[in-house]
């Protein structure tokens, strides 16, 4: 029987790609974007309209598949953004609405989507964190947050639906090039005392992410977590992740310290 995927924040980056490689991988997939008339076509992908924000949205986006298709075998939580600015200079309403977005709006899916998936006796889920889910993220320190905070909650998850065939894995992608630097947002009440070293992490991220891994390595990644019979709680994306995963848990904290700092040009404080 043909597999059904619903992926979110499907309109760009990792998302598209992914929802194009379940396409042809024989999955019929359902991508969804906040304003779909603006979204191009992707072949044999249907488009929803979907706010993760939004009760409601969520809950017609998946009255609208399972009318449709019958089923949710697949749901892959991607929809997020990033914040900059220092944690001094973040105010509670700006972290309260990344919150939002990267990890309740992740709640909210998964809440929908289980009692579909129980029933199924069958469901994968694949959310997509970050390398900043597992190191720090300096003057993106909230973004880091929510996806620390998607780790611990993904984990504890998969142990609750694995008795109904339930299975959920992390994506945990490096720098990719997609449009997440153009579509940040930024701290509203930047301090003076914070400019310099924030422009120096900003000017390295933008850097590294537009020199960053392609798209489809991490669609790659939500594949093969889809797929696999027995899915690895955490699938690093591309080299560098999957060296940064394995150095983390083996060198002393010390030295990843140090190296961390280097890498944002941070000084050796
Ligand atoms: N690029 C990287 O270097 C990188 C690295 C690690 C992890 N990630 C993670 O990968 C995921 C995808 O990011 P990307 O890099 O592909 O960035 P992107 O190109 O900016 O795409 C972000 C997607 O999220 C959707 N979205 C944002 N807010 C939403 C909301 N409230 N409701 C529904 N959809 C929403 C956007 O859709 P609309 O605006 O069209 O609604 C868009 O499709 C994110 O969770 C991000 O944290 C990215």
């Known amino acids: 029987m043909e597999k059904v995927a619903f992926v979110t924040g499907a309109s760009s980056g990792i998302g598209r790609a992914t929802a194009a490689l379940l396409a042809g991988s024989d999955y019929r997939v359902f991508g969804a974007a906040r304003n779909i008339a603006g979204v191009k076509p992707i072949p044999n992908v249907e488009f929803l309209q979907l706010d993760v924000r939004d009760d409601e949205s969520v809950k017609e986006a998946v009255r609208a598949i399972v009318s449709r298709a019958g089923r949710i075998d697949a749901l892959v939580n991607n929809a997020g953004y990033t914040l900059i600015g220092s944690l001094e200079e973040t105010s509670i309403e700006e972290a309260k609405q990344l919150f ?11 809440q929908a989507v289980l009692p579909i998936m129980r029933g199924q006796r ?3 889920i694949a959310n997509v964190s970050s390398v900043v889910g597992f190191v720090p993220a ?6 880091g947050a929510s996806k620390h905070a998607l780790e611990g909650y993904s984990e ?3 142990h609750e639906v694995r008795q109904f065939g339930i299975r959920v ?4 992608p490096g720098f990719t090039r997609t449009k997440i630097s153009q579509n940040s947002q930024v701290a509203g009440r930047l301090l003076e005392a914070y400019e310099s070293e924030r422009n120096r992490v900003l000017d390295a991220v933008r850097e590294n992410t537009a020199s960053g891994e392609n798209s489809f390595t991490a669609a790659s990644a939500v594949l093969e ?9 955490r699938y690093p ?3 560098e992740a999957k060296l940064l995963s ?5 060198i002393p904290s010390k030295l990843f310290d140090k190296s961390l700092r280097k890498q944002f040009g941070l000084g050796a404080a």
């Open 100 to 110: 939002e977005t990267n990890f309740f709006g992740v709640l909210r899916m998964s």
């Open 122 to 124: 069958y469901g994968r």
């Open 138 to 143: 300096p003057y993106q320190g909230i973004y």
């Open 156 to 158: 504890s998850l998969d």
């Open 169 to 172: 894995s992390v994506i945990e």
């Open 225 to 233: 977590a889809l797929t696999a019979r027995s899915p690895r709680p």
């Open 237 to 239: 994306v591309g080299r």
């Open 246 to 250: 394995r150095f983390r848990k083996l």
